[in-house]
């Protein structure tokens, strides 16, 4: 394939090596600057629903090799007694959806993106290169600045630094409008013979594999767990209220002891618990939660932030041909803004998003498709609908034969 554009990638995460590998699939000749070395990758769990997992099936992802569990039901129960409070399978998910919905340690799946970008396959390798920071991003003239002071022009560059992202203010012109939420994230794994080793604990596991969650309204926790690397590690996630204590806030996690752990978990039924018991002492991270203001535009100059369409939009595009690349960047920022504000404001306002008030009026700003009703708890039938049943490379088809539009402009479905 002809090299038709040079693109950099800010950031070598998932959301970055996913932007590489669609530019690299569209032709462009394709740079990206990380600034660790990942020597000591961390992290846990990171489900794939289907929207998402069609995507990687479109680029033959491995999901074998990186010990995919599928995701067929999810079973909320109360903390304190394990009464079921909705139950629900969909092991039909893939024949609806056109995909299926998995789970992968991140780690596991990070490594899979990594070789698709830098192994064999459709277009010209990409270039990853670690221990190289940015430190600064002409946007409108698509000059990345790298720390030590050289220059890097590019035709397209794509930021893709993660939700802390250093380089926002060089995207929006103005101070970085990132808060803390003063909610915080436990995450550990633990060994899923040590779960069934447990007769009590072990019963929870059982059936289809998915989310098992359970919820305490009084102190507003929701603790999600669910299996991945081929059902061997159990993944915990509990969402609860910052606690005084839980790290600094300028770190991206840091360590918190079982003990404190189980005060926040006082609540619960004695056998969830159980789980913190099994995690080795340093094994549980906090995660603090931001958010910041819904962006009213996902492009600048010759600057977009990551998604996967850019495959679509820029294939066969000369990265020479300024023209083209804005009016291909018009139609990205139109394809992204609805459903990527949508997915932001229900995030940012938690599990139960459509019941904080001023909320669905915010979503409204940007998004015009159909929202599931009141109440609908994270992936009942309405919200997997909504949110998962989408198909981005088929939006981005459909985008490229609308007629050109002010960029901008983005209230669809």
Same mark, same amino acid.
């Given at each position: ?14 959301? &970055? ?16 600057? $990380? ?5 000591? #990758? *961390?992290? !846990? ?5 289907? /929207? ?11 999901? @074998? ?5 599928? /995701? ?6 109360? !903390? ?14 893939? #024949? ?18 990594? $070789? ?34 050289? $220059? ?6 794509? *930021? ?7 380089? *926002?203010?060089?995207? %929006? ?72 204590? @839980? ?9 918190? %002891? ?22 080795? $002492? ?24 990551? !998604? ?28 992204? *803004? ?11 306002? &938690? ?49 490229? !034969? ?12």
């Amino acid at each position: 394939m002809t090299t038709t554009g040079t693109a950099g990638i800010i950031g070598a995460g998932i959301a &970055g090596l996913a932007a590489a590998i669609g530019l690299r699939r569209a032709g462009w000749d394709v740079e990206v600057f $990380e600034r660790s070395q990942f020597k000591n #990758e *961390i992290g !846990a769990a990171i489900s794939v629903p289907p /929207n998402a997992a069609r995507v990687l099936d479109h680029w033959g992802f491995d999901r @074998e090799r990186a010990g995919a569990v599928p /995701n067929q039901a999810s079973r909320f129960m109360r !903390a304190a007694d394990l009464g079921v409070m909705l139950e629900t399978a969909y092991p039909d998910i893939e #024949e609806r959806m056109g995909a299926g919905s998995w789970s992968f340690h991140r780690v596991d799946l990070h490594r899979g993106l990594r $070789e698709l970008a830098t192994g064999e396959g459709e277009g010209r390798e990409v270039w990853v290169r670690l221990g190289c920071e940015v430190v600064g991003v002409d946007c409108e003239g698509g000059v990345v600045r790298l720390k030590g002071g050289e $220059e890097v022009r590019k035709d397209l560059v794509v *930021i893709a630094d993660g939700s802390h992202s250093r380089l *926002i203010e060089d995207f %929006t012109g103005k101070p970085s409008e990132l808060r803390r939420t003063g909610r915080s994230i436990y995450r550990w794994l633990v060994p899923m013979d040590d779960v069934v080793a447990d007769a009590d604990l072990g019963a929870q596991y059982q059936g289809p594999p998915g989310f098992v969650s359970w919820r305490d309204p009084a102190k507003d926790i929701l603790w999600v767990s669910y299996t991945c690397r081929g059902g061997q590690m159990l993944n915990n996630a509990c969402v609860h209220n910052t606690q005084a204590g @839980e790290g600094d806030e300028d770190l991206w996690h840091s360590d918190v %002891t079982k003990d404190k752990v189980l005060a926040m978990l006082d609540n619960f039924h004695a056998t969830p618990r159980k789980i913190v018991q099994i995690a080795s $002492e340093d094994g549980i991270k906090v995660h603090h939660l931001f958010k910041r203001p819904p962006l009213t535009t996902f492009v600048r100059g010759r600057t977009a932030i990551s !998604a996967a369409s850019l495959e679509v939009l820029f294939r066969g595009v000369d990265g020479a041909d300024a023209g083209l690349v804005r009016d291909r960047l018009q139609r990205f920022d139109r394809l992204r *803004i609805p459903r990527c504000n949508l997915t932001m404001l229900a995030s940012n306002a &938690g599990p139960l998003w459509l019941d904080v008030p001023g909320v669905e009026a915010e979503v409204r700003k940007f998004y015009a498709g159909p929202l599931p009703p009141p109440g609908s708890l994270p992936w009942g039938d309405q919200f997997r609908e909504v949110l998962f049943n989408h198909d981005e490379f088929s939006a981005a088809e459909a985008i490229l !034969a609308e007629p050109p539009a002010s960029q901008g402009q983005g209230a669809g479905t």
